[in-house]
């Protein structure tokens, strides 16, 4: 005689939701947790149809049924955030307009931002800096200025809670920042995690140039006044395309084992000489531009004229 086989899996999955929900209203379970497990009702009607389908054909087909529904979950969840995390957001927007007094000589800038796209340009304004962020509501931007004296200092930071957030949370930034082309900058230091990067110094004069890419591309455009000197440009995952002058002479100390970079033209590179892990002109003793140089990736220099 055949005894029936109680069908557990919807009381177990009744109990489990209301206990999840339970677990997830007192804030013990995480508020993205519980967003990404509402998103994910549908997975009952799939969780349905493989119960008729594999249900009393194929042993624990209860277990199999519920261990591969919440694998399809954790593996649509993930390829979500993936997606998510690609996209530029504007849901949170940070912006301050400045105009710097007559009496500051000298600008610091320093900059520490996240998943974040870059621009640094010059203002079209004199004395005037511009910086507007905008991105997902995962970040939290400060943009502060502080003078002293007849020094000023902008500090941009952008911070996330560390904890995972909710699925509309996520997203990437976009950081625009103007300086004035009338105020020498002392110091301008970037350090930025995931994100392409537009330098323009063209304008702008610059002493001491620190920037640093864990991973992405980066366009630099070289100030066309001034000596720029104690600089250092790293790009730990990405590439760098330099646009130079072409009336300037540049000495560049390459990482150890570096290969002589691309030039555009070509015939501009057959004057430069890799030495050690030295790139120059022979016989220039003070060029205009000393720069350390350290790229994962091609690493281009282009003498074009600007279009």
Known sequence: ???????????????????????????????????????????????????????????????????????????VGNLAYAARRSDYRNDYKESRVEVLPPEVQQLTVNVRVKATRATISASPAVSQIVARFEGSTESDVKIDLAIDGTAATLTITETTSGVLPKLDEVGRGTLNIYLPANVPIANLQY??????????????????????????????????????????????????????????????????????????????????ELLGSDLLIPGIANPRILLHVEVDGTFTIDFSPPS
């Not at 969780?47 to 624990?60: E, H």
């Not at 990067?197 to 006044?225: E, S």
Request: net charge neutral; glycine share 8%.
């Open 1 to 75: 005689m055949n005894i029936s086989r109680p069908n557990f899996m919807w009381p177990v999955l009744i109990i489990g939701i209301g206990l999840f929900l339970l677990l997830t209203q007192i804030e013990i379970v995480p508020e993205a947790i519980g967003d990404l497990f509402i998103r994910s009702w549908p997975m009952l009607l799939v969780i349905f149809g493989l119960n008729i389908l594999l249900g009393g054909r194929i042993r624990y087909a209860n277990w199999v049924i519920l261990i591969a529904a919440i694998a399809l979950v954790v593996v």
């Open 191 to 272: 350090l930025g995690e995931d994100g392409s990067m537009t330098v323009d110094l063209r304008p702008l004069t610059v002493q001491v140039l620190n920037i640093q890419l864990k991973r992405g591309n980066m366009a630099l455009y070289v100030p066309t006044q001034g000596q720029i000197l104690q600089d250092a440009v790293r790009i730990d995952n990405g590439n760098l395309q330099m646009f130079v002058p072409q009336d300037t002479a540049l000495r560049l100390s390459l990482k150890d084992g570096a290969e002589k970079p691309t030039f555009i033209p070509e015939l501009a590179g057959a004057q430069y």
